[in-house]
């Protein structure tokens, strides 16, 4: 079986600094592999050690993202494929998505794709499941055990204290959570054979997309401020009314505030 995992080279966000502004100091911040997409590689590498097949790793980012997709083959994927262009730069999750999911859709002979739920840094965890809706994907998320039997992928899904399993048809989507699994020590071997390879980097022209889709010109987003939300200490205010009648007032404050 063939497995495809997305992975995102993230500022080490332990190691954060912020300015006054409240924006992120990236000057001289280490990168390292989102964690989570450690989970999601190693559990492609699993299902490829039960099933065989192949584990290629796609990550889209400038041109560091090279140490991130060395650091992959350290850990024993067949192939990587790094996708950067400067026409990719200033990709909101929508760009992303789309980015990502037309270097799979060139990459065409696939059971699987498996992302991490969510990146440290940007943590809106949408681009999994818009990859999948863009490549008509069944959508299998928050995994924390996979089986493949025959053409069907099951999932174990923990939400909050439901827990439940799903299945669908391959080709699917898969996002995983940490617990899905530790990932592996990188074995030496690996270490040179994955200094030694090419990494082939697609650009603009070498993925089926169409360019006003691509990067801050395909971003509908528009970031007005990023801030650290300051702390309201001692503002309480205590609804009155029927239970009904506080959750109703309850819903309108959270709805005003567009936090619903
Ligand atoms: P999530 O959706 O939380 O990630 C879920 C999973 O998707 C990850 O675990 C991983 O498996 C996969 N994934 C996510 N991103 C990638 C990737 N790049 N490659 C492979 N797999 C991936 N960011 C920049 O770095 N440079 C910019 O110039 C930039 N400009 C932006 C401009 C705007 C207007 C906006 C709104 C955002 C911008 N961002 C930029 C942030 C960028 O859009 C997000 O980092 C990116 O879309 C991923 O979103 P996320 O971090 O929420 O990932």
Known sequence: MNIIVCIKQVPNVTKVKWDADGSLIRTGLPTIINPVDKNAVEAALQLKEQHGG?????????????????????????????????????????????????????????????????????????????????????????????????????????????????????????????????????PIDKVIDAFDKDIPVWGVDDVPADVVHLGLKGSPTKLRKVYSPKLEKGQVEMLQGTPEEIARQLVDKLNAKFLI
């Not at 991490?116 to 940007?122: I, L, N, P, Q």
């Not at 999994?128 to 998320?141: D, H, N, R, V």
């Open 54 to 186: 192949k584990v290629t790793v796609i990550s889209m980012g400038p041109s560091q993202v090279e140490s991130a997709l060395r650091e992959a083959l350290c850990m024993g994927v067949d192939d990587v494929i790094q996708l950067s262009d400067r026409k990719f730069a200033g990709a909101d999750t929508w760009a992303t998505s789309y980015t990502l999911g037309a270097a799979i859709k060139k990459i065409a002979d696939f059971d699987l794709v498996i992302t991490g739920v969510e990146a440290m840094d940007g943590n809106t965890a949408q681009v999994g499941p818009q990859i999948a809706e863009y490549l008509g994907l069944p959508l299998l998320s928050y995994a924390l055990g996979i089986e493949v039997d025959g053409k069907n992928v099951r999932i174990k899904q923990k939400l909050g204290d439901v827990s439940r399993k799903l299945e669908a048809a391959m080709p699917a989507l898969i996002t995983v959570e940490k617990e899905i699994n530790d990932y592996r020590v990188t």
